[in-house]
């Protein structure tokens, strides 16, 4: 079965870090990248960025640069997305979704999400 | 980067057709894609490459491109159809793309 499984919801305090988890199955992992997206109570789709399973590359959403990283352990076929200096407003559902990108990037998508993670940041 | 401009809200009643916007500046370079998402739930694509339906989405689900506005159109809108749509597009003038979403649009069956 094609799927995203994602780690369990989190509590944070302010200025803590949080790692959240997303585990493949069903398909190979390193033909696809990776991308987090988060959305806050009530909000919209906010894109986080993207990671390569086949090499590492990533790519952050200017916003998030210096205060995100996201790896992959292709062993356990499973990408991790670290947050550091949380906020209030960085409480949110976090998702990972598998990205369809073809070479030319002229299509860049998401044909397979998790099913998310929240994160409460709170003091 | 860019913005892509959604509707807030669109309301249309059982077995009429509903359309869904979206407008930006540098959408004729790049496809855009569409996602419903409902209550509680992760979002599922429902359109790809401005026009394309994944299989298993309904048939009543159609996208179309002119110019920089993109639209979702559902005919037949279902009382299941009630649900959250965002646009997605990317740039892709550096080296990866950044991906854009809309700000979405609240489906609503009256």
């Known amino acids: 079965q094609v799927q995203l499984v994602q780690s369990g919801a989190e509590v944070k305090k302010p200025g803590a870090s949080v790692k959240v988890s997303c585990k493949a199955s069903g398909y190979t992992f390193t033909s696809y990248g990776i991308s987090w997206v988060r959305q806050a109570p009530g909000q919209g789709l906010e894109w986080m960025g993207w990671i390569s399973a086949y090499n590492g590359n990533t790519n952050y959403a200017q916003k998030l640069q210096g205060r995100v990283t996201m790896t992959t352990d292709t062993s356990t076929s499973t990408a991790y997305m670290e947050l550091r200096s949380l906020r209030s407003d960085d409480t949110a559902v976090y998702y990972c979704?598998?990205?369809?990108?073809?070479?030319?990037?002229?299509?860049?998508?998401?044909?397979?999400w998790g099913r998310g993670t929240l994160v409460t940041v709170s003091s | 980067s860019y913005e892509l401009t959604q509707p807030p809200s669109v309301s249309v009643s059982p077995g009429q057709t509903a359309r869904i916007t979206c407008s930006a500046d540098a959408l004729p370079k790049q496809y855009a894609y569409w996602y419903q998402q409902k209550p509680g739930q992760a979002p599922v694509l429902v359109i790809y490459k401005d026009s394309e339906r994944p299989s298993g989405i309904p048939e009543r689900f159609s996208g179309s491109s002119s110019g920089t506005t993109v639209t979702l159109t559902i005919s037949g809108v279902q009382a299941e159809d009630e649900a959250d749509y965002y646009c997605?597009?990317?740039?892709?003038?550096?080296?990866?793309?950044?991906?854009?979403f809309g700000g979405g649009t609240k489906l609503t069956v009256l």
């Open positions: 997605q597009s990317a740039d892709s003038s550096g080296t990866y793309p950044d991906v854009v």
């Open positions: 979704a598998r990205v369809y990108s073809t070479v030319d990037n002229t299509n860049w998508y998401f044909d397979l």
